[in-house]
């Protein structure tokens, strides 16, 4: 028997009660309920993943559960904001219990793991189509934004560069085995922690979904500054440098997205507040665009990064 819309929330998302106390009311009514705290502001993202745009059609549905989320929370985490509670919304071609399984199930345990609340959202049918708003709580006045660095600020950026992108390469056929770049493209984890740890610390921040270079240049854009980066001083895995080495494609850590990492500016006298797992890849500058700095030579870099209607 095919299962109705509210027969398809009930057995498949409506797992979990709330974990939050902001929660009064969530999935069953016509609106969720939240509660915001007095001296907080609400911030709220909404990001839409597209079958063969920002995943295969055999991608395992949990990891597509998985990096739904995923995406939004990295956004929350780019403000300095908590994750507290997302809606979820599915345009589905058929009903397909065990993708639907094991697509909550991945959506479900990160969830868990931050303890975000799902209090609503909607069904339809049509191409699959994958749709999540997140809202989270930060501080009054604490929201790390993208309009704030300053001249002399470091560029720090968390974890690996370019990992994902090599993922998406050996998805499209590069030749090359590398579980950990696969992981990284499939199921990129938030940098939760550290975009707390960042409030008060950094000046300006966003997470590289499009590219690092595309990415930071919408804090040098929405700041009016510009950059230098150090491109001897990219984090990059061993899997990233031979995939360098052997294709000499060496600007795609620098273009590629799904790293999800953190890129975050740093006043001078802040440094030693950065928290672990962040490196230092170059300054903001008072001349406007970005140039990168190699093998100790400097020239300007105008690639850009993933863009959709490009």
């Not at 974990?19 to 009514?29: A, F, Q, S, V, W």
């Not at 993708?99 to 868990?112: H, I, K, N, P």
């Not at 150090?230 to 360098?244: N, W």
């Not at 500016?265 to 950065?274: A, L």
Request: overall charge negative; aromatic content about 8%; some cysteine.
């Amino acid at each position: 028997m095919m299962l109705s819309e509210f027969s398809l929330i009930d057995q498949f998302f409506k797992k979990t009660a709330s974990k939050n106390p902001e929660t009064r009311l969530g999935i069953g009514d016509d609106c969720a309920l939240l509660s915001i705290p007095s001296g907080y502001e609400l911030a709220i993202t909404t990001d839409t993943m597209v079958e063969n745009v920002h995943f295969f059609a055999d991608a395992n549905p949990a990891s597509v559960g998985h990096k739904l989320l995923a995406v939004n929370l990295s956004d929350l985490a780019a403000m300095g904001a908590k994750p507290l509670a997302v809606t979820l919304a599915l345009t589905l071609p058929r009903v397909d219990e065990n993708w639907l399984s094991e697509f909550s199930a991945g959506f479900l345990t990160l969830a868990q793991r931050y303890h975000v609340d799902l209090i609503g959202g909607d069904t339809t049918k049509g191409a699959l189509t994958l749709t999540v708003q997140a809202m989270g709580l930060v501080p009054n006045g604490q929201a790390l934004k993208r309009s704030t660095a300053q001249v002399g600020d470091i560029i720090y950026i968390t974890g690996l560069l370019g990992e994902a992108g090599l993922g998406l390469k050996i998805k499209q056929g590069y030749d090359c085995q590398s579980e950990n770049a696969l992981a990284r493209f499939h199921e990129p984890m938030p940098r939760i922690e550290i975009g707390l740890a960042l409030r008060g610390c950094a000046s300006a921040c966003i997470d590289i979904s499009d590219g690092l270079v595309g990415d930071l240049g919408h804090i040098l854009k929405q700041s009016s500054v510009g950059a230098c980066i150090d491109f001897d001083k990219l984090p990059l895995s061993d899997d990233v440098k031979r995939y360098i080495q052997n294709t000499g494609d060496e600007f795609m850590p620098l273009i590629s997205g799904d790293d999800y990492e953190l890129c975050f500016t740093v006043p001078p006298q802040f440094v030693n507040r950065v928290p672990e797992n962040c490196t230092a890849i170059g300054i903001i500058e008072k001349e406007s665009g970005l140039r990168l700095k190699k093998s100790g030579h400097i020239q300007t870099f105008t690639a850009k990064g993933y863009e959709h209607f490009s």
